[in-house]
């Protein structure tokens, strides 16, 4: 009986499931098609690199010019190889169909070297021309028909909104011929879109990572994009050239400082409110200068290579020392290192009362953070005057490590590699020391040197073996920047980029105990506000910093703040100066007794 039952269950799903084939083999195709996953693109190999199609169809041929796909604008494709003359990738769909495609009909954003492929060139371009002629007649013969079956149809007047633009007329004619494109890289955040060409302008849009943007513009040294943006006055806004990839070198853009009205008066209200009459290196005293209940002396920077100043915590004096950069207070007290660049290269000395500066030590090049010693018998500090040889972009200015995709328009350059090295208060006894590649921002202290590099925050010792330990690297959060030892060895305190913005942190000198201390009141507001450039106090208790927080939690003028060790308790310092910080490493504060 159970046997019988088992053969009418088997005829019972047969018959089901050739119902089930009859049944699906007699519907629409469209109906299929609309149960169709898309297609994913396939993640390409080491040697292969991902261009899009550009602002026209991109045509897809075979080697004897037959039309294999077409890409349309924006669609993603793999390039696997290349022709000799670079005109035409190999390239496949995400369904797999492969073929070659023009290169002046992709957009390429990543720069390598593919694999060339014997092609004749010559016959696939004409063979090409010949498909192109045929689709076009095709698509005119498709047009005409649509033409006669609604030329019945009346026309709807569209009027266009009239836009002020504050950019020059001419410019702007220039801008429009020379534009090009910018493929947005900034991993899992948004790139914002600023009213002008730097960090202080208002934000005024966002570009998600992948999106292309429109450029039409740049500053003079390439550093900021101006991209075309439709919801900002004047249909324009600014991008940090560092966080795109473009298409075309940038030297055939027009220079261009056009900011909309409102941003530049918003840029006169921020910065002049924060202006204020400093003496000279006499000492005496600001007229807006505050005691703070603190003690020791501040040395500080108004802005990248600009001015040297002294603040004394406890009167509120502030007094003008010097100019140069990355200032540092010696261990008692006494001295200011500091260093210059161009033709005053070096490292200085000069007294906190302003008086006996003079250059200890101008034998390499490109000199930055200079520190002392705990003892204050030797300064440390970071050099860059050796290279990599690498392929230098002649328009943008960029070195490529790696041979470049397309070769026309590089030559042959070298990129800086940066190095810790010490010598004494005399600039005698020079020694390098043992570090990883791009060594920057070193930080003594009894326990060793800490410096920042591109494997993270190290620590190293003054000898010429290799005794690097690791302290601390993110690879999802990646620049770890300018460390600073509390004194005796305890914590080391930091700048991490958190998506659009920096926080400051702590972790002890075995990589425990990472903390945030710093942190946004609110993620509502339109910029958040950055926290960067960490000191210590002599006695371990407090930390100066930057930050550019306003009362509302958005991002505003710079302020020297303070904040307990622990991170409680921060607070402005009342020091009425006007500073910038221009995200370059530069050493804004140093805390001393």
């Known amino acids: 009986m159970r046997k019988v039952e088992q053969n009418n269950q088997f005829w019972a799903l047969l018959t089901l499931i050739s119902f089930a084939v009859f049944f699906f083999s007699v519907l629409p195709q469209q109906l299929w098609a609309q149960s169709d996953t898309p297609p994913v693109l396939p993640i390409p190999a080491d040697d292969e690199l991902i261009v899009v199609a550009g602002g026209q169809d991109a045509m897809i041929y075979a080697a004897d010019g037959t039309v294999v796909a077409t890409a349309a604008a924006g669609d993603q494709l793999v390039a696997s190889a290349r022709s000799a003359d670079d005109s035409w990738l190999l390239v496949r769909t995400a369904d797999d169909r492969e073929g070659w495609a023009q290169r002046g009909a992709l957009l390429v954003f990543d720069r390598m070297t593919l694999p060339m492929i014997d092609l004749d060139v010559t016959a696939m371009t004409q063979a090409a021309a010949s498909a192109t002629a045929t689709a076009e007649e095709m698509a005119a013969s498709a047009t005409e028909v649509t033409t006669d079956t609604t030329e019945n149809i009346p026309a709807v007047a569209l009027t266009e909104p009239t836009v002020a633009v504050t950019a020059e007329p001419t410019t702007?004619?220039?801008?429009?011929?020379?534009?090009?494109?910018?493929?947005?890289?900034?991993?899992?955040?948004?790139?914002?879109?600023?009213?002008?060409?730097?960090?202080?302008?208002?934000?005024?849009?966002?570009?998600?990572?992948?999106?292309?943007?429109?450029?039409?513009?740049?500053?003079?040294?390439?550093?900021?994009?101006?991209?075309?943006?439709?919801?900002?006055?004047?249909?324009?806004?600014?991008?940090?050239?560092?966080?795109?990839?473009?298409?075309?070198?940038?030297?055939?853009?027009?220079?261009?400082?056009?900011?909309?009205?409102?941003?530049?008066?918003?840029?006169?209200?921020?910065?002049?409110?924060?202006?204020?009459?400093?003496?000279?290196?006499?000492?005496?005293?600001?007229?807006?200068?505050?005691?703070?209940?603190?003690?020791?002396?501040?040395?500080?920077?108004?802005?990248?290579?600009?001015?040297?100043?002294?603040?004394?915590?406890?009167?509120?004096?502030?007094?003008?020392?010097?100019?140069?950069?990355?200032?540092?207070?010696?261990?008692?007290?006494?001295?200011?290192?500091?260093?210059?660049?161009?033709?005053?290269?070096?490292?200085?000395?000069?007294?906190?009362?302003?008086?006996?500066?003079?250059?200890?030590?101008?034998?390499?090049?490109?000199?930055?953070s200079p520190k002392w010693s705990p003892d204050g018998r030797w300064i440390v500090f970071s050099r860059g005057d050796e290279f990599n040889r690498c392929y230098l972009d002649k328009d943008t200015g960029e070195c490529l490590r790696s041979n470049p995709f397309f070769t026309e328009g590089f030559e042959k350059g070298k990129d800086h590699v940066r190095k810790l090295a010490r010598v004494d208060v005399n600039g005698d006894n020079y020694r390098d020391l043992a570090v990883v590649p791009d060594a920057f921002a070193p930080d003594w202290s009894s326990a060793g040197v800490v410096y920042q590099s591109a494997a993270g925050l190290q620590i190293t010792q003054d000898t010429p073996e290799d005794q690097n330990r690791l302290l601390y690297f993110d690879i999802h959060r990646q620049y770890h920047q300018d460390p600073d030892w509390q004194p005796s060895g305890g914590r080391v305190v930091f700048q991490q980029r958190q998506g659009s913005h920096y926080e400051i942190f702590g972790i002890n000198p075995y990589g425990s105990g990472l903390t945030a201390l710093t942190r946004p009141a609110t993620t509502l507001v339109d910029q958040l506000p950055s926290n960067v450039s960490p000191a210590w106090s002599p006695d371990g208790q407090s930390i100066v910093f930057l930050s550019n927080r306003t009362a509302d939690h958005e991002a505003?003028?710079?302020?020297?703040?303070?904040?307990?060790?622990?991170?409680?308790?921060?607070?402005?310092?009342?020091?009425?100066?006007?500073?910038?910080?221009?995200?370059?490493?530069?050493?804004?504060?140093?805390?001393?007794?």
């Not at 840029?267 to 003690?295: E, I």
């Open 172 to 368: 702007t004619a220039t801008m429009a011929e020379q534009t090009v494109s910018a493929l947005v890289r900034t991993g899992s955040e948004r790139l914002n879109v600023r009213g002008g060409p730097g960090v202080t302008y208002p934000v005024v849009g966002k570009a998600a990572n992948g999106e292309t943007l429109s450029v039409i513009g740049r500053n003079a040294d390439q550093s900021w994009l101006q991209v075309t943006l439709d919801q900002a006055d004047g249909g324009f806004g600014w991008v940090a050239t560092q966080f795109v990839a473009v298409t075309e070198p940038l030297g055939g853009l027009p220079v261009a400082d056009a900011v909309n009205s409102d941003m530049a008066a918003t840029m006169v209200q921020s910065t002049g409110a924060h202006s204020a009459t400093v003496a000279d290196s006499s000492g005496a005293a600001a007229t807006r200068s505050q005691p703070t209940g603190l003690q020791g002396k501040l040395v500080l920077l108004d802005h990248n290579g600009g001015t040297i100043y002294l603040y004394h915590l406890a009167t509120g004096a502030l007094q003008r020392l010097t100019a140069g950069n990355d200032p540092a207070l010696s261990p008692d007290g006494t001295q200011v290192v500091f260093t210059r660049g161009g033709g005053e290269n070096g490292i200085y000395l000069i007294n906190v009362d302003g008086s006996n500066e003079h250059q200890i030590f101008g034998e390499r090049e490109l000199l930055r």
């Open 556 to 593: 505003g003028p710079w302020q020297l703040w303070v904040m307990n060790a622990d991170g409680s308790n921060q607070r402005p310092l009342p020091v009425n100066l006007s500073l910038h910080y221009d995200y370059a490493l530069e050493q804004m504060v140093d805390w001393g007794p």
